[in-house]
């Protein structure tokens, strides 16, 4: 798992960020997880195909609402007659709504897309996304209970997939799930698959060294000597009393 597209430079968009850095202290740089000593930790971005993907959506959403203006203009000048040519007005507000709306859309796609961040450890991930609410979750490996991918028809135009981690009542989930599960939400990678095997593998880890500490100490104390205790000579005394009553 590498890191993908480096953020927007236009000028306006970094201005922006200053200002959101400022007054709402919205942070840019990966989150923070801890890690062991030796421990690798790998922080990504959505896949370059993500923010096509959300740009091709703006296009989509622009598209009506052009349609909306344009229509609304289009009424307004067959209303409109040599009296009345005042209601021209009308349309100048309309139209500066739809490329403020078009500005703030546009400028919104690359704040989710630099917001978003999946940070991976052997033990655990750390998600966060957001300008406004900030939601950032950590999920542990032991607590997951599934892992799958999820891909739409226009995901796979650009694509990308989302993985979802499914967590049993885990405190850290991001959003609510099926039948009282709670799950995770890493969207728009390019290498679904791979992400999901490689969490697969880190559960199996975390789920059987616990195990494996058990059995190799279970191990440790039958290769050595039977250490016999207090209730181990009772219950011989016991048994040497029972014989010798039973002998007379």
Request: glycine share 10%; hydrophobic share 45%; with cysteine.
């Amino acid at each position: 798992m590498s890191n993908e597209p480096q953020p927007s430079r236009l000028w306006v968009y970094e201005g922006i960020w200053g200002l959101l850095g400022k007054l709402m202290c919205v942070p840019r740089d990966a989150p923070h997880l801890p890690a062991m000593e030796h421990e690798e930790i790998d922080s990504r971005k959505p896949a370059a195909g993500f923010l096509r993907y959300l740009k091709f959506e703006w296009s989509i959403a622009m598209a009506f609402l052009f349609m909306l203006a344009a229509g609304g203009t289009l009424a307004i000048l067959i209303l409109a007659t040599n009296e009345h040519v005042g209601f021209l007005i009308i349309a100048v507000p309309l139209w500066l709504m739809f490329f403020g709306l078009a500005l703030v859309g546009y400028l919104a796609i690359y704040l989710r897309y630099d917001t978003t961040w999946y940070v991976f450890s052997d033990r655990s991930m750390r998600l966060r996304r957001g300008v406004w609410l900030i939601r950032e979750s950590t999920i542990t490996y032991e607590n997951i209970q599934n892992v799958k991918v999820s891909q739409g028809p226009l995901q796979r135009f650009f694509g990308i997939a989302n993985v979802v981690v499914e967590t049993a009542g885990g405190g850290g989930a991001t959003q609510e799930g099926a039948q009282g599960m709670h799950a995770g939400l890493i969207e728009g990678v390019s290498d679904a698959a791979d992400i999901r095997d490689s969490i697969m593998g880190k559960i199996r880890v975390a789920n059987t060294s616990g195990l494996g500490d058990e059995q190799d100490e279970a191990s440790n104390q039958n290769n050595g000597k039977t250490a016999w205790t207090g209730a181990h000579l009772n219950v011989l005394s016991e048994i040497r009393e029972l014989s010798a009553q039973l002998g007379r």
